[in-house]
Every structure is written in C-alpha cells, then in structure tokens.
C-alpha cells in the first residue's frame, strides 16, 4: 500500500523538489501552502507523514504539530519538521512538542528521503 | 575703688595718723609743762608751733611720695594690664613708663609678644601655604575631572551630588525635557536622574562585598535616563577613614559613592545591529539554498527528467539564486558600518588631521608642505597616528628617492567618504613603485613600525591608490576615508575658575550636609541651598496680563554662587511687548519668536528649584507672577522665600533707597549684566553672600529668623 506524505511548506521553490522527489520514491503526495489548510489536510486526508515547514502564513508549524499531537486518532502520524532557522532553541522545541525528527534547510535530499524512510519504517 | 580715691585715701589716713601722732605728743608735751607748771609757756608755745610745722610738712611728704608711688607702681599697672589687653588681639608693644621694675617686666611682655606675632606669622604662612596647595589640588581635580572622558559623579549617602564633571551634565541632562535646566547640580539629589531604588539596591550590593572583604568593592546597573539613554553605571563607594570597632576589626563606613557612567546605547545598538545582521545571513539565506540545493540534487540524480521538469527546475534555481544575492546585497548594505574592521578610531575634524600632517611632514622630512583645498566640515573616524606615520613614511621616501621638494595636501568629500590627497609635480615615479612603498614596513625618522602603509588604511576602513596625470606631471596619493558626523558638541577644556573662586562642580563640605535631618526654619542661613531668580516681564501688572518674558537663576550652595549652574532662558509671551518694557530689559521682539512658552519654562524652572530656598530682589513682584501661573500648570512654588530687599530693609533700616544697585553699592558688589535676569539674579546672589554675616551681627542667624526680620520691616507691609 502506498504511503501518504503531506507537504506544508508556503515555499513553492521547495515544494516542486519535495514532491517530484516524493513522488519519484514512490509516495502519495499532497501539498498545503499554510498551516490552516495543512491542519485540515492532515485531518481529512489521514497522511502517514507530514512535512511540516516552521515559517508558514497563518499558522505556524509548531501550532500545526501541537494540534496534531492533541488529536488521539493522528497519534499514528509521523511529522518531520523543516526549518529555515538552525537554533537549537526551536529544534528542542520542535522535539518537545512531539515532532518526530527535524531537518534544517539547506539539507541533502538524499538524507530527507532516508529520513521519510526511516519514520514509516520502510 | 578706683585708684585715685585710693590715693586719697591712702594719703588721708596717713595725714591723720601723722596728725594723731603730732596731738598724742602735744597732749603729753602739755601734761608734762602743766606738772612743771608753767615754767616758761612761751617756750612751750614755740615747741607745740615746731611740731605743727613738722607735722604739715610730713604730711605734705606723705602726699608726695604716696602719689610718686601710685603713679609709678599702682597705676602704670594698670596701664599696663590694658595695654597687654590691647596686644592680645593687635600687634601693638607695651610703652616705656612706670617703675623700673615695671619696665624689665614691660620688655618681658614686649618680647613675649614679638614671639608670639613670628609664631602668628608662622603659622598664617602655613596655613596660607596649605590653603594654596590645596586650592592647587582642587583646581588640578577639577580639571582632570572636566577632561574625563567619563561622566563621573560622586555623592554623598543621602544621594546629594558632591562632584560631577561636565560629561555627566552633559550626558545626564542633554535631550531631556527640561529645558537649559540643570538636573545635575552641587547639592541636588541624584534621585531626580536615578531611581532611588536602584542606587538604593546597589548601595546594599556594595555594603555587602565590603563586608565581605571584597579587594575593590564596586557595584553595577544599567539604567535608562529621561530621555531614553541606556547607561551602564559602575559605583564604587567612598569610604571613611578606617575605625577600629570593639573587636579590634577594622570597619570601613561608606560615606558615600561615585558613580562612572557609561552610555551604552550606540555600543547596544551597535550589537543589536551586528546580532541581526548575522541572523538576517545565517537564517536568511537558509531558505533559498534549501530550494536550490532540493532542484540540483534532484536534477543530477534523474536523469530521465522531462524538459518541462528541468526547465522548473533550473527556474528554480535562477529565481532563489537572484533572491539570495539580493538579500545578501541588501544586508550589505545595511550593515556596512558595522561590517568594518574594529579598531579604536578616534573622531577628528579633517583640518586638524591636514595640519599636524603638515607640522610632522616638515619635521620629519625636510620637504615644504602646501595646503590646497582643504574642507573645513569633514570629520573623519580615523587612526590618526598611524595615519600621520603613513604621510609622513610616504613623503620621506619622495624625498629621498625622487629628490621631491615639495608636496601638497588636499581634502574634499565626495558622498560619505572623504579624499585626502598626497599631490607633487616633477619626476615621474611608476605604479609598481608607489605599490611597493604602500607594502612596505613603515620606517620614518627613527621609528620603525611592522605595518605597512596599506595595514593603517585598511585599519581606518579606507583604500589607497597612487595615480598619474601625465599632462600636468601631478602626481598623487588618494586616500579614501570614511567620513564621520561631527560629534556632539563636547567641550575639550574646561573654563578656568574665575581669580580667586574655588572651581565649581564639586564641594565636599556637602559630606556634611544631610538635608533630611533639619527642619529648614531652624538651619543657619549659611547652610541652605537656594535658588536665585530674576524675571523680565513684559509690564508690572501680571493681573492685567503682563507676562514672564526671561527666568534667570543661579543656584548658592555652601555660601559659594554657582556660576556653572544656571538658568537662563527668554519665555515667548504670546503677547505683544510694550515700548517702555523694551526700553527696560532691551529684549526685543524677535529675540522671542521661536522661544518656548511659558507652559514648558516653567515646569522647567520648577524642577531647577526643587530642595532650594527661592531667593530674589523684590520677591514678591516675582512671586506674583509665578503664582498667577502655577495652577494652571499644576505645579506648586512652596519653598521657602527670601527677599533681599526685605532684608536690606532689616539690616539698614535708615537708609532710604533699598533698590538693587543701591545695595550693591553700600555692600561694594560690582554690578555687571544689570537687567537681564540672570544678570540680576547673579547681583542678588553676591549681594546675598555679603549680607550673611551682617544679619549675623544682628542676630539673624536662621531662616526662621530672617524671615521673621523681613516680616517685621516696614517694606513688608507694602503690596505690589
């Protein structure tokens, strides 16, 4: 069965990366360009994992994860979050609001994909 | 007694004791002719006619050597005892009379005198001496303090300032909302500039590391001042000399504190704009290379990409690349006064860097030095010396390869960088040469140094280029510096005390003063702090709508006039200004336009007075215009007020004029500056000082008393 990636970033110059790269590996891919309507998507659409950018219009990542993480029947659901700022303030924050792993941009797209891998299991 | 009825006594009593003697021997002589009855009587008669001669002759010998005696001993005496009363207090001798025995004591006492007059002398000289030196020192720390380039204050521990240099008056009270006034002052609390809190709180710090025997106790706070400056303070305390306590511990007591004050705003701006500027190049750029990093990655790894594909993906790459550039250009931009070398460049008008290149270039290398045009409003953020060192390195070596007698200097600004050229005509010198000398270690006249011509501009954050005009056979050196903004206006030297008064803005006696302890009505006179005002006013009816037009004030503190503190400031009336005024104050018109208004003077003048006695000529004319403003204003003139016209009144009663000019003239104050307000208010303050130890012959000793006195007097009852 294929697995559901969801992609919130408001960046579109990443989000054509990320989802040919997706789509290539083989995944479902779905895109949300702020946090409200990424929130909604995770919701109705029940993705395996979500790529969850910091900076985004709206709502931002840390409140999307928040929300997911209050809901029980998401608990399921992976979330790696992208951010374009590398303190380690906002990485442990990211961790402590319940992301599953994080990854600073510029990354390797190589290590993303090893990285979605790894948190579905695959 | 007095002496001479003494004397008559004296001489009385002998005469009848000489008398009784004389009648005792009649008597017997008689009993004796009676036994022999009468032998011969006429024989008898002669003897008893003998003895009354005899008698009124020892008599009148008695009187003579009685009152020689007097004279000699009892009198010259007492004479003598005035005079030594005379010398105790004037440097008069004993004179040359009385007894000998009186005179070799007389001469004693002379000489008794003459040693104490050389002991006298002696000592006035030392004290005059110490006195001297120690003006010396005082003038010597004043000085020093006014060339700080720290503000420094120093109070005593009710938080009353005993010392501040200029900085700290201008670093304290520049931008503040109080206009001209000076919040800073001799005897005024630092509470108006500083939280008490705070220094309250940094006292405690401090008590507390002495006590623990801290090797050099200090404390610190950051603060902001009223107009929105962050200082950082550090405060040292000010000890007492040490006392030993029960245990034998020695105990320092801190009578008080200095304070450095450090502006750190331009350093914390400065910070904060370096913080965000490597933020906005770290976090800032991270987006975009994440874009262009996925698309490259992404385009190597397929290969089998549609064109389509690759075309979104290079687009990509060209649109984050082109974003990048221009945030990095923007920072750039942004930044690039903090982007430069840090080095310890100080400020300095441009002109002044051309002169001393000029006087160090002839002294240095012999060559003449012609200034060209030289803009005098260019301030540069330079290294100086090192600067002058690379002039100077350039034209010995000029001179001594290209045998150049002559060189010129030129200054100009073009946009925020300043030109500084290096200019001579004749013999033409190639680019590899003039690169080689900017490389080279600089080596003028003796002084070696490891830098290179091109390490000091690099230093200033400047560039340098050595270039040719054939035509002309002109030949330069362009150094391109960065131009400064002209700096605050700090003054560099301080004005010289006036002869014979001690320097300002500092007064230690105040180590004594503890305000809170004294009710007002009950301190000597000599000991207030007050504030001496004058008004120009537009007319003499403030209820008919004449106005304040002028405040002057100056403040007394210790028995000293402030001259450095004042208040002097024109008020616009909003109201037109008669002839007849005009002719009065000579303050004209247009003097006034642009002048605040009364609204902000006045509270301004109210915080120049605050903790002080108001003191002025006629005070009650003056009064009456400040109370006719106050409510509306909110505020309240409730100190106490001296008038020293009521004064003049108390201490001369029968003089007949009490006018300013008329005091001043029996109290012999020269009048300079008469009406303008501060001109004024700085005769009342001196003919003040000169009254203090009148009224304290008069048993005005208190402000409770000098009012009293001013109550009592006729000039009081008057109204205006």
């Known amino acids: ?122 | 007694m007095n002496p001479r009825r003494k004397l008559v006594c004296l001489t009385a009593g002998t005469c009848l004791f000489l008398i009784t003697l004389v009648l005792i021997t009649a008597a017997l002589l008689l009993v004796g002719g009676a036994l022999e009855s009468g032998r011969d009587p006429s024989a008898a008669e002669g003897r008893i006619f003998g003895v009354v001669v005899l008698t009124l002759a020892s008599c009148w010998l008695a009187w003579v050597l009685l009152s020689k005696l007097h004279e000699n001993y009892l009198r010259a005496t007492l004479r003598m005892a005035e005079e030594v009363d005379a010398l105790i207090s004037s440097g008069t001798r004993l004179g040359e009379y009385g007894s000998p025995e009186l005179r070799v004591l007389g001469h004693a006492v002379n000489r008794l005198a003459a040693a104490r007059d050389v002991l006298a002398g002696d000592v006035a000289e030392r004290v005059r001496e110490a006195r001297a030196s120690l003006e010396q020192e005082r003038s010597r720390l004043a000085a020093l303090m006014a060339e700080l380039d720290r503000s420094v204050v120093v109070c005593n521990l009710d938080g009353r300032v005993l010392l501040y240099n200029q900085r700290a008056q201008q670093e304290l009270c520049a931008g503040s909302e109080n206009l001209g006034s000076e919040l800073l002052g001799l005897g005024r609390s630092i509470y108006h500039l500083f939280d008490r809190s705070l220094i309250a709180h940094a006292l405690e710090r401090l008590q507390h590391k002495l006590n623990s025997d801290a090797e050099r106790p200090s404390a610190q706070f950051v603060t902001a001042t009223r107009s929105g400056k962050l200082l950082l303070a550090h405060m040292s305390p000010v000890l007492a000399a040490e006392r030993i306590d029960q245990e034998d511990a020695p105990v320092s007591e801190i009578t008080g504190f200095v304070l450095i004050l450090d502006d750190i705003t331009a350093t914390n701006e400065r910070d904060a704009r370096r913080d965000a500027l490597i933020q906005s190049l770290t976090e800032g750029g991270r987006g975009p290379l994440g874009s262009i990093r996925a698309a490259a990655e992404t385009l190597s790894e397929f290969a089998d990409i549609s064109p389509e594909q690759r075309e979104r993906f290079l687009g990509v790459i060209q649109d984050e690349a082109r974003a990048l550039s221009r945030h990095l250009e923007g920072a750039a931009k942004a930044f690039s006064d903090d982007l430069r070398v840090r080095w310890p460049l100080e400020e300095m008008l441009g002109a002044d860097l051309v002169n001393a290149a000029v006087r160090r270039i002839g002294e240095r290398s012999g060559l003449a030095v012609k200034v060209d045009t030289v803009d005098e409003s260019i301030w540069l953020r330079i290294d100086s010396f090192g600067l002058l060192q690379a002039l100077s390195f350039l034209t010995t070596r000029l001179h001594d390869e290209y045998h150049i007698r002559e060189v010129r200097l030129a200054l100009s600004l073009g946009g925020r960088l300043a030109q500084l050229d290096l200019m001579w005509f004749g013999t033409s010198m190639n680019n590899e040469t003039a690169m080689a000398w900017e490389l080279d270690s600089m080596t003028t006249g003796g002084e070696a140094t490891p830098l290179s011509v091109r390490e000091v501009i690099d230093r200033c954050n400047g560039e340098i280029w050595f270039q040719r005009e054939r035509v002309s056979h002109r030949a330069f050196y362009r150094i391109l510096l960065p131009a400064a903004d002209s700096p605050k206006e700090v003054p560099r030297s301080i004005q010289l005390p006036r002869q014979g008064s001690r320097p300002e803005f500092y007064d230690f006696d105040l180590f004594q003063w503890s305000a809170s302890a004294h009710e007002l009505d009950d301190r000597p006179l000599s000991e207030l702090a007050y504030t001496v005002f004058d008004t120009e006013t537009t007319g003499l009816q403030p209820s008919e709508g004449d106005e304040i037009i002028q405040i002057g004030a100056t403040r007394i503190v210790n028995r000293r006039l402030l001259h450095n503190e004042c208040f002097d400031q024109l008020v616009d009336p909003q109201h037109m200004l008669s002839r007849e005024s005009i002719g009065i104050h000579g303050i004209t018109p247009d003097l006034l336009v642009g002048q605040p208004t009364i609204d902000t003077v006045l509270p301004a003048f109210h915080a120049f007075c605050a903790d002080t006695v108001l003191l002025a000529h006629n005070a009650a004319f003056d009064m009456r215009f400040l109370q006719l403003k106050q409510q509306a204003l909110g505020l309240n003139f409730d100190q106490p007020v001296l008038d020293t016209l009521l004064l003049s009144a108390a201490l001369h009663p029968n003089q007949t004029s009490h006018r300013l000019e008329a005091i001043a003239e029996r109290l012999g104050v020269s009048v300079i500056g008469r009406h303008t307000a501060l001109g004024d208010a700085m005769v009342t303050g001196e003919i003040f000082l000169k009254m203090l130890p009148l009224l304290a012959g008069i048993g005005i000793h208190t402000l409770r008393q000098a009012r009293e006195a001013s109550q009592r007097t006729y000039h009081a009852r008057l109204k205006y």
Request: with cysteine.
């Open chain 1, 1 to 122: 069965m294929t697995k559901k990636v969801l992609i919130a970033d408001d960046e579109q110059n990443i989000v054509i990366s990320l989802d040919f790269l997706l789509r290539r590996e083989g995944f479902d891919v779905l895109v949300a360009a702020d946090g409200e309507e990424a929130l909604a998507k995770a919701r109705s659409e029940r993705p395996d994992l979500v790529l969850l950018d910091v900076m985004m219009p709206k709502m931002n990542g840390f409140d999307v994860c928040q929300a997911l993480r209050a809901d029980p029947e998401l608990a399921s659901m992976r979330v790696l979050m992208l951010t374009a700022k590398g303190r380690d303030t906002e990485v442990t924050k990211g961790l402590g609001l319940g992301a599953d792993a994080y990854m600073t941009k510029p990354f390797s797209t190589k290590e993303l994909v090893a990285q979605v891998r790894s948190l579905l299991g695959m």
